[in-house]
């Protein structure tokens, strides 16, 4: 057997640019942490945690991501849903996988692999997450962004995905980005459905996937028989300098001041980042100090209770 064979995912590694979509394919359909009898055996695990996020199919595109499960609540437990997922009318998030030891190799299984190549261009992978998409058919993700770069992977059933390129300024302004870095609120970004025509589409597979830069807006349609899909994320030092950035304008927003785009005038973010990092990183040793808790967007691994 070839060693191309042997790999987990394939990803065109000479045209890969971590600040672009593009399709990548995978091998990972029949491992066996990703079957439906070891799915619901993680999900009775989770939920005793509260690391399962839950909502109907009543949810549309346009339904704020963040309040979905409370807008449109599926009371059906993580076991039950997923077991009678054909039916249960339900998407299903099982949230930060790498906090239970047996996923976490499945997530190091597959970052180890990408990490060669990402390192090429995207140095400093961390924060490393895994998160496993069960959904009902004909179900919706609403529309919504994410701070980590993701690799998101079709294992059961057919999906459409749509992704909007992270520096879209119409599918999201740079004020949401920056409002969302700074709060993790989602409230500045709104659906239209006229987005559809500026969108990257993909209509997913099994051994399909899609990798999507940090802050790509994204929303996805279930077809008409069950799905699972993986996503495997990470936060990279060009990942953390962005996001510090965002803070930062976030911040120069609230004083009345307009920012331009970050990465549109590299001398301004030198000088905000290099200020600003030097108040984030007294920020923290403070709280270290007065023996609060922080969580470094540096850790190998993401915090199971930071969504």
């Not at 991501?65 to 009678?84: D, G, W, Y």
């Not at 930060?96 to 140095?123: A, F, H, I």
């Not at 997450?129 to 962004?145: A, K, L, M, Y």
């Not at 659906?191 to 099994?206: K, M, Q």
């Amino acid at each position: 057997m070839s060693a191309h064979a042997t790999r987990l995912v394939d990803v065109d590694w000479s045209a890969f640019d971590p600040w672009r979509i593009q399709a990548v394919q995978h091998r990972l359909m029949e491992h066996p942490l990703l079957q439906p009898d070891q799915l619901i055996e993680l999900g009775k695990r989770l939920e005793i945690d509260g690391r399962v996020r839950t909502h109907s199919n009543e949810a549309v595109a346009g339904t704020p991501f963040n309040t979905a499960p409370r807008l449109h609540p599926n009371r059906k437990s993580a076991a039950e849903t997923l077991q009678q997922i054909r039916d249960a009318k339900a998407w299903m998030s099982l949230l930060n996988v790498q906090s239970d030891p047996t996923y976490r190799t499945l997530v190091d299984e597959v970052l180890d692999e990408l990490k060669v190549g990402v390192d090429r261009s995207d140095p400093g992978m961390c924060y490393r997450g895994g998160w496993i998409f069960v959904t009902s058919p004909n179900t919706v993700t609403p529309f919504h962004f994410d701070k980590e770069h993701n690799f998101i992977l079709q294992i059961r059933g057919r999906k459409t995905l749509y992704v909007w390129d992270h520096r879209d300024t119409v599918a999201a302004s740079e004020q949401a980005r920056d409002r969302f870095h700074a709060r993790h609120e989602r409230d500045l970004l709104v659906w239209r459905d006229e987005l559809r025509e500026r969108a990257h589409v993909f209509h997913l597979e099994p051994g399909q996937g899609a990798y999507m830069p940090s802050t790509s807006p994204h929303m996805v349609e279930n077809g008409s028989e069950p799905s699972i899909t993986v996503s495997f994320t990470y936060y990279t030092d060009a990942t953390r300098r962005d996001s510090l950035l965002h803070k930062a304008h976030d911040r120069m927003r609230s004083l009345g001041i307009t920012p331009p785009p970050v990465g549109q005038n590299k001398g301004l973010d030198a000088l905000v980042h290099g200020g600003w990092r030097f108040a984030s990183n007294s920020a923290q040793l403070a709280r270290h100090l007065a023996g609060r808790t922080i969580r470094p967007d540096s850790a190998p691994y993401a915090f199971a209770d930071v969504y």
